[in-house]
C-alpha cells in the first residue's frame, strides 16, 4: 500500500487501506496521522465518514476519549436521516457507542443504540447490546424487553439467550 502510494498518493482509498492496516498492526498513530494527510474538504460525505470513523478508532484505541467521541460525533453529522445505514455508518455508531460506554456514559449509549435501531429495527445485535446498556443501569424490565424483541426475530441467539437468562437471575 505504501508504494501504491508512492506511485499515486491521490487514491483516496488507498489511504484509508493503509490506515486500517495500521490500526490492524497497532500503529495507532501512523493511521492517525495518515488521515489527517487526507485534505478533507475535497471529498464526500461517505468519504468524510470513513475519515472521521478512522480517527475516532485511531483514538479510542490510542486511549483519547474525548478526540474519539469528537470524530464521532462529527461523523453523525455526515449521516443521512432518512437512508438505510451504510456499513461505515454501522461500524460510527458502534464506535461511539462503545466511546460513551468506557466513559461511563451509559444513558449516551443507549440513545446511540436507539437512534441505530430506528434505522434497522430487526438488528439482534444492536437490541442484544441495548439490553446489555440498560443491565448495566440496572434497569433489568427493560433489559429484559431488548433480549425478547431480540428473540422474536430469531429464538435461538446463543448470546440473547444467554444475557436473557443473567437478568432472569438478578
Known amino acids: ?8 498518493p491521490k487514491f483516496l482509498y488507498l489511504k484509508l487501506e493503509l490506515a486500517y492496516y495500521y ?26 465518514l470513513n475519515i472521521n470513523l478512522i480517527k475516532s478508532k485511531a483514538k479510542l484505541l490510542m486511549g483519547d476519549l474525548d478526540a474519539a467521541l469528537s470524530y464521532c460525533i462529527e461523523g453523525s453529522t455526515l449521516c443521512p ?10 461500524s460510527l ?3 461511539w457507542s462503545e466511546i460513551l460506554k468506557r466513559k461511563g456514559d451509559f444513558q449516551g449509549a443507549i440513545k446511540v443504540s436507539k437512534s441505530y435501531l430506528k ?4 438488528n439482534i445485535p444492536w437490541l442484544n447490546e441495548l ?11 427493560k433489559a429484559i424487553e431488548a433480549y425478547e424483541r431480540a428473540l422474536k426475530i430469531d429464538g435461538k441467539e446463543p448470546n440473547v439467550l444467554m ?5 432472569y437471575l438478578k
Open 119 to 122: 434505522k434497522d429495527p430487526d
Open 131 to 141: 439490553g446489555v446498556q440498560y443491565s448495566w443501569l440496572n434497569e433489568y424490565d
Open 1 to 8: 500500500l505504501e508504494k501504491a502510494l508512492k506511485i499515486n
Open 81 to 90: 436521516p432518512d437512508k438505510p445505514l451504510e456499513d461505515t455508518e454501522k
Open 93 to 95: 455508531c458502534f464506535a
Open 23 to 48: 490500526i490492524a498492526t497497532g500503529q495507532f498513530d501512523l493511521a492517525f496521522i495518515e488521515v489527517e494527510k487526507i485534505d478533507y474538504e475535497k471529498h464526500g460525505d461517505i468519504e468524510k
Open 163 to 167: 444475557n436473557l437468562g443473567v437478568e
